[in-house]
């Protein structure tokens, strides 16, 4: 009868405890997807898998990503190529808050890539005294590549609200992307060059070095400041000076770059839009991540944080007093069933 009793008291007050967890508030986040087939989601680690969006299981494996509190499983918003032609992404649900996260097409930097470029100028100031040496049609010109560096297919490896609708998120990419930059650079010189410049050198049959285009446009000024010079020639002139004058600019960012010593760290972008309010999420202060992707063993490497202006990080969770006395009066039956146990008959 003692023991029947114990286990009737321990019963009630495991049924209470359970019962308060039942009833505690809940603040889920829901997350709906506006193309699967252009999500991949990495489970994480370097041993991790991907899988689709629109496979078996897909759309649950995105979001067990996104709230895993686990940033190396992430979600890739339009994976097929690195240059999204549409907004592909999820949308995020809270109560009353509500918020869009998709991948960045080329529209999207005309609109932001200008703070963009600013930002990273003011993070790598070596960098600063170069492009303020540049001609406004070099500017023009380079900012017109900022689509086809390839970092509008952001990774986002978790997403949370913040306590006054505000939103964090993680974005995995990697801790250096002096290399990608430096490549999109050199395709850039390889086409000006083949696309026309390489015809202003007669003998040249490999990109010249910044000073051999001075050079060149020195003999060109020559040329068109000339009294002798007809007018119908001097406009052509004029083009050639200018083609070859953005040619060294790039030249001289490319030396630049290929000296710099240090990393250069910046995020992949993505666009978030809260309370219809747009903003572009990116950072240039990474963190290493530990780990390399499966598939490459470079992808990965770094985490990188944004949130929204005023942000607030939401509280930590503490359970209802009921479930706290409720597992108080599972632990006391269980202490006193002990002493009973124990003591002198």
Known sequence: MKITFQKFVIGASMAIGVSALATAPAHATSFSFNNTGEINTYTGGSNGTFIKGNAQGGTNAAIKALTDNNSSSNVELWYSTENPTSNVGFTATEGNYSATVSSVTANDWNSFGSQWLGDLLSTYQPFKSVWSGFSASTQSLVAGYFPSLGMGDPNIGSFQ?????GVELSLVGHL?????????????????????????????????????VQTKISTLQL?????????SKKATLATQIAQLSSFKDLLNFQAALNTYQGEIGASEIAKVVTDGKTSYAYSFNPTASGITASDDGISYSAYYTWHTPGYITPPKHVPEPSIILGLLGVASVFATQRKLKTAPI
Do not use: I, R
Not at 161 to 165: H, L, M, S
Not at 190 to 204: D, H, I, P, Q, R
Not at 223 to 231: D, E, G, I, Q, V
């Open 161 to 165: 609200f913040g306590q006054n609708g």
């Open 176 to 212: 250096d992307v002096k290399t990608k930059l430096s490549d999109t650079l050199s395709t850039k010189l390889n086409e000006a060059w083949t696309g026309g410049v390489n015809s202003l050198f007669t003998v040249k049959t490999s990109l010249p070095s910044a000073l051999e």
């Open 223 to 231: 040329t068109l400041n000339s009294p002798l010079t007809p007018a």
